[in-house]
């Protein structure tokens, strides 16, 4: 009995390590991501009928678990050959993930399944842009294209979270970012690798709506941040290119 409590114990303090390193501010450190659970969620066809945008989510924790799953999912390493879960142009693997949570920014390396850290400090609301009318963190900036209106759900979908207060979107747990470098490419002036930076972020964005659909998770592909910003706290070159954005939590 004593063995068998020790043995859980430890594995619980091994589950836990990741999550305190995920939540320690101004001591970032590399989160070593779980395996993947590859058999979790809806068929394909019944993720496709629930997928909708949701504009509000729940202050519920995102668990380590679904992260791990989620990034996978996105964009990571499917085949001993290192290829991908979404294809991209020339197999040029374009697409980088940063997360943005309360404690900072890490870099998604698929390679290692972890998240690196990049930047400190809760910059959430620096990079995010609002609609007008709708509440705005410090240095949010409003948008210019917010009047376009969000998705409807398909028939028979479950309502999937409502406006927040004027319309903007309720503050989520974690922000992705989607950002390509196009010095990836091998060939092509940058008018081409710009679309095929487009066409291949989008591929990657669809990953991600599928597998929120598919798990009970919520989010909703945005281009509006600030992409100045963005660029400058995560000092990317000038090859890189933030392209869209995920909120990403649990539905309200």
Request: charged share 20%; proline share 9%.
């Given at each position: ?5 020790l ?51 729940s202050d ?27 294809a ?58 917010a ?30 970012i ?41 989010t ?33």
């Open positions: 009995m004593k063995k068998t409590y043995a859980a114990f430890l594995v619980a303090a091994l589950v836990l390590v990741p999550l305190l390193g995920w939540g320690q501010a101004g001591d970032l450190k590399t989160v070593k991501l779980n395996e993947p659970n590859k058999t979790r969620g809806l068929p394909i066809m019944e993720a496709l009928s629930v997928r909708a945008s949701v504009r509000e989510w519920r924790k995102v668990e380590l678990q679904d992260v791990s799953d989620l990034l996978w999912a996105a964009n990571g390493i499917n085949r001993p050959d290192g290829k991908r879960t979404a991209s142009a020339m197999n040029a693997q374009d697409v980088d993930i940063y997360v943005f949570v309360k404690v900072g920014a890490y870099l998604y390396d698929a390679k290692a399944h972890a998240l690196v850290p990049v930047l400190a400090g809760d910059h959430l609301s620096e990079i995010m842009m609002r609609r007008p009318g709708g509440p705005a963190g410090p240095g949010a900036k409003p948008d210019a294209k009047d376009i209106k969000p998705q409807a759900p398909p028939p028979g979908a479950k309502p999937a979270g409502q406006p927040g207060p004027g319309g903007a979107p309720s503050d989520p747990p974690i922000q992705i989607l950002v390509s470098d196009i010095s990836r490419f091998r060939m092509g002036e940058t008018a081409l690798k710009l679309e095929w930076a487009a066409i291949d972020t989008g591929i990657v964005s669809q990953n991600i709506s599928l597998f929120c659909a598919a798990t009970g998770m919520a909703r592909p945005r281009a509006s941040m600030d992409k100045a910003k963005i660029k400058e706290l995560l000092k990317l070159s000038d090859t890189q290119y933030p392209l869209l954005n995920h909120p990403v939590g649990y539905p309200k």
